[in-house]
């Protein structure tokens, strides 16, 4: 191509002389500024520094090196053969606890007594397989949110499944053994992506760290451009030319919020309103990352919040400052407070006592003085193990009441949900760790439920579960006291009980949320029932009919009346109308179009078109 410009108006460096530079062309400026850190992108001699210390780890950039020394350009250095990696005691975990999973399938699909449902059986194998490779790939990778994510959900699919086996054995008397050890060896596996989850953090340097990334880096650069094209977008109102009928709201909300920055003493905050110097914070924060490695997240968590303080400070003064709402400003101001909740300390970090012994914390972990939440998660983990063998030696009594077996799965279902929530979780009594609470009044109501038979001896009710074993009572009570503080002085407690008793009663907001402490009690339990409901059509499918199944899952069923009396224990002492106790699912309210909204108001009509 030849130059048709005179040349009084080209400029080699960077085209046009006479008109302003593309958006392109900034776009391009403002990554080799950002990526490169040169002061000029049009000085060669910067840019091929820049890259060559970029790269300098390449071996065309080590060619280059060595040419400029006289030397080869390629010089090629010896290959060795990378060895194995060793077995770790994990892997040989995981590979004995697969190893278990598919013989207790090969053998429940080779089963005579159970070929009416081959086909269940063989959606089983798939699914189950297909969630153990998922969650152990994931749990690989757990430094990462999204895959620490995805491993948990994994765990809980997986949970799904063992408590559907350990379900339809007691259903099917014939099997029993055969799916509780499927159900067993299922648990093996999810055991061992927990421990990976702690051991992937602990592989990667993540020794006497906490933070945690919310979301994940790829993401974080995502949210990055968000702000910048929010902020051009502010920006840009101040050169577009309205037409006639438009208001200018988008120049409006600049100039009130320039203006309130000066008036009250801030402003400094304005600098963040120039794109350079909204780019060199948003990129040194994602820079410090290091790409979501621990060093990169130790070195941010000691410095992201001082860092991100001015941006804080700035969404703060911007938000409610024009009335009505300016859809340029709230863009910008949202764009950038996503951004900086990303970098909110997100929970994980008790993994680390899943997967390493307490012996190896002093000192290697940086971690003298454990938390209680810390030791009630290592307390469960034992405690769960411990009731699962217990249930298990029940079941081999050959014990004549189902009920009381599926309602102790449940149980030991729902521990492993509490497990979870305490894994991701942060403080002492946060909103997981009230989610998991919401469990101990599960447990009570089970072991208070009474059957329809009275004593001829005292008059009173007998209870439904009359013959359980002492040491298995003694499990559930201390689970119980590991969900929630049961005295003043519990030992593993920072609540006290009084202090729990008060929120409540109260229905006390949780703090940094929008919710309410017995709201979220009763919500918890409130989706276990629903989900109950939904197993009774697959318990139907593939069970021996030895029992109805609206005997475990009706109105009167079990299972309901459990959850309904654990719920009511949750709201027990509260006055009517304190605590939402509605089970139902609510959809949004979809607001009619707004021609039908304008012929209800002009011919007063309602919405169906009736008067």
Known sequence: MFNTKPDSQYDPAGGDRTGPPSKAKLALDNLLRRELRVGDPHNPQQVAKALLDRYQSEPRARGIQSEAEGM??????????????????????????????????????????????????????????????????????????????????????????????????????????????????????????????????????????????????????????????????????????????????????????????????????????????????????????????????????????????????????????????????????????????????????????????????????????????????????????????????????????????????????????????YAVGSTDLGLPEIRAASYSYLIDAFLSLESNEVDPTTGHALPFCPNLPAPLVATLGQIVGELRPLNDAAPDWETSRTRFEERRLDNEAVAGSAFNFTDVLHQELCLQLQSERRWEALADQMSANCIPMSTLFGEEGALVVMLENAMALVVDGIAAGVVDTDCGLDGPDIPAHFETSLDTIAQDRRRNGGF
């Open 72 to 421: 080869p350009f390629q010089r090629s250095a010896p290959r060795f053969v990378a060895a194995a990696a060793p077995d770790t005691a994990t892997s040989v975990d995981l590979k004995q606890a697969m190893s278990d999973v598919d013989k207790d399938l090969e053998h429940l699909s080779r089963s005579n007594l159970l070929k009416d449902i081959d086909a269940e059986l063989g959606g089983w194998s798939d699914g189950i397989r297909s969630a153990t490779q998922e969650g152990v790939n994931a749990a690989r990778f757990g430094l990462d949110p999204r895959n620490r994510d995805r491993a948990i959900g994994m765990r809980r699919t997986l949970g799904d499944y063992a408590r559907l086996a350990r379900l339809v054995g007691s259903l099917n008397p014939s099997a029993t053994y055969e799916f509780r050890s499927l159900a067993q060896s299922i648990d093996e596996v999810c055991a061992v992506i927990l421990v990976m989850l702690g051991e992937s953090l602990a592989n990667n340097g993540f020794a006497g760290g906490r933070f945690l990334l919310q979301a994940p880096f790829t993401e974080m650069q995502t949210r990055r451009d968000a702000c910048i094209h929010s902020l051009q977008n502010l920006l840009g109102t101040l050169s577009y030319q309205n037409s006639a009928n438009e208001w200018p709201r988008g120049i409006d909300a600049y100039r009130r919020l320039f203006d309130a920055l000066e008036a009250q003493g801030q402003g400094d905050l304005r600098a963040l309103l120039t794109e350079p110097e909204l780019m060199r914070v948003l990129d040194d924060l994602v820079r410090r990352a290091a790409h979501g490695s621990a060093e990169g997240l130790r070195a941010l968590g000691s410095t992201a919040q001082i860092e991100l303080n001015r941006v804080y400070r700035l969404i703060n003064f911007g938000y409610r400052l024009v009335d009505p709402e300016s859809p340029p400003l709230t863009s910008f101001l949202e764009s950038l407070r996503l951004f900086a909740d990303g970098f909110g300390q997100a929970g994980g970090s008790r993994l680390l006592r899943v997967a390493r012994p307490p012996i190896v914390f002093y000192g290697l972990y940086g971690i003298e003085e454990e938390a209680a939440a810390d030791r009630r998660i290592v307390n469960l983990t034992v405690a769960r193990g411990r009731l699962a063998s217990q249930i298990d030696c029940l079941a081999r009594c050959a014990c004549d009441d189902i009920s009381c077996q599926v309602m102790l799965d449940k149980i030991l279902y729902d521990i492993d949900r509490s497990i979870d929530l």
